[in-house]
């Protein structure tokens, strides 16, 4: 472009007013989530007069609400009638393999919410979280996460075991690192079968890691050490050590000891995998791993969506030779494995 080139911007304050009104969407959402609205529709287009019958609310809230959905993109509306749209059908219908709405009770829950609005400008003055926020040790806001949050790690968990099911030898030990749910140890389980597995993570987040593995008939072979993942002996001779999510929470310091920790813990030709929201160079792109640095901000004393130079680096000065990264679709995760 040259010097004399102008960039015609509309101007608007419609972005601005959507920010400052964002919390709308997610009181919606969180009221459409717990009344199961999207289940209600049952494949069928459905009057708010219908809806209301069915979920016993009043006909004008219903009316309201279905009509903001619209707005917000989740339903259509033809006439008095509303329908789910096809990615209301797949990721809010209960009945729906990819359900995803019990996520909300996690990232709606009043710690988080607090942690966001109660005073934002003091996490961006101090650079991250005032205390320890949801870094801190038995923090209960991670068994909310186990038990809402198995749906939304679960199609990155399935991506990476069906990576790890192509190797030419399969893992018989594997670590999960901060497991919560259990989602990325059980996914290597049903593909490995003869694989066991240790799970780390606070005592009461494992309760919920075993009733998942139970109910995925994979209990038998996981073994469950609770404590902080910096203090529990991780003992050694792992083929695979599972880092899901997890680095993100601290500053490069910690994310190196816990690299350190992983390598010493491994077989000589075992493999570390890291499940991490990676932004490009310019940290800005691509949209989700770039803005989850906010979340890190809000939440945590000093975590931070870390590119992937950032995390070649802590690998190398970790001691790992080998760093290799690939998109986790259709999550937007990426997956680094460390050799």
């Not at 049952?42 to 619209?70: H, N, P, Y």
């Not at 209960?140 to 099911?165: C, N």
């Not at 680096?313 to 460390?338: D, N, Q, W, Y």
Request: charged content about 20%.
């Amino acid at each position: 472009m040259s010097s004399t080139q102008v960039v015609h911007e509309e101007i608007s304050p419609a972005s601005l007013v959507d920010a400052m009104f964002a919390f709308r969407k997610t009181a919606a959402m969180k009221a459409a989530i717990e009344f199961d609205l999207f289940t209600k529709f049952g494949g069928q287009a459905r009057t708010a007069k219908m809806l209301a019958s069915d979920l016993d609310c009043a006909e004008r809230g219903v009316r309201i609400l279905c009509d903001f959905l619209v707005v917000s993109g989740f339903l259509t509306k033809s006439g008095e009638s509303y329908a789910l749209t096809p990615s209301s059908q797949a990721f809010l219908d209960r009945r729906s393999p990819a359900y995803m709405g019990a996520a909300i009770d996690f990232l709606a829950s009043p710690q988080m919410m607090s942690l966001f609005l109660e005073n934002p400008a003091a996490f961006v003055r101090n650079g991250g979280s005032v205390g320890l926020a949801n870094v801190a040790p038995d923090n209960p806001i991670w068994v909310k996460f186990a038990r809402a949050m198995g749906s939304f790690t679960g199609p990155s968990a399935k991506a990476l075991a069906s990576d790890v099911a192509t190797w030419p030898k399969l893992p018989s030990k594997v670590l999960d690192i901060a497991a919560g749910p259990g989602a990325f140890g059980i996914e290597i389980a049903k593909v490995a079968p003869s694989a066991r597995v240790v799970a780390i993570d606070w005592k009461p987040v494992l309760a919920v890691t075993e009733e998942n593995a139970t109910k995925a008939g994979v209990a038998e072979r996981f073994n469950f050490r609770p404590g902080s993942a910096f203090e529990v002996d991780w003992g050694s001779g792992y083929d695979l050590i599972l880092l899901p999510n997890f680095l993100h929470h601290f500053d490069r310091e910690g994310c190196v000891t816990l690299l350190k920790k992983a390598r010493a813990s491994l077989v000589p030709e075992g493999r570390v995998a890291v499940v991490e929201f990676v932004p490009n160079e310019d940290r800005v792109s691509p949209e989700f791993p770039a803005a989850f640095a906010m979340v890190m901000l809000a939440t945590t004393p000093n975590g931070d969506a870390y590119t992937g130079r950032e995390l070649a680096e802590m690998a190398k000065s970790a001691g790992f030779r080998v760093v290799a990264t690939k998109p986790l679709s259709p999550s937007p995760a990426s997956l680094i494995f460390l050799e």
